[in-house]
């Protein structure tokens, strides 16, 4: 097994043990940031997936986490890591769509004020 594969599977493992409150998507970001620096091989994924978390936590500022939203994204974040640490026996190609995939996502819609 790959360095970086062990890595992603690591953090996996501590993800499962998480509660996917606010702190946790922080630490998640910390740690893929260390894995981006360490397994050079995972940069982009390491770094979209730290993105990715720093993202959703912005998008909160520091307000309350509706439970229901938190759960949703912290199971979608667990997918995106699920993913990733499959990649390794991917095409170039497939790597290549997982990687455009995920520098588009989101882990929550956000609702949009509406108009009056």
Do not use: C
Request: hydrophobic residues 45%.
């Amino acid at each position: 097994m790959m360095e970086a594969e062990r890595a992603m599977k690591d953090i996996l493992a501590w993800m499962g043990k998480q509660s996917g409150g606010a702190h946790t998507y922080l630490e998640f970001q910390k740690r893929m940031q260390m894995a981006r620096v360490e397994h050079q091989g995972s940069a982009a994924t390491t770094r979209l997936l730290a993105d990715l978390a720093g993202r959703f936590v912005d998008a909160y500022d520091g307000g309350p986490l509706p439970a229901g939203v938190a759960s949703d994204a912290y199971g979608r974040l667990t997918n995106y890591v699920e993913r990733a640490v499959a990649i390794e026996g991917l095409s170039v190609e497939a790597k290549l769509e997982f990687l455009n995939e995920l520098g588009s996502a989101e882990l929550a819609v956000l609702e949009q004020a509406v108009p009056s």
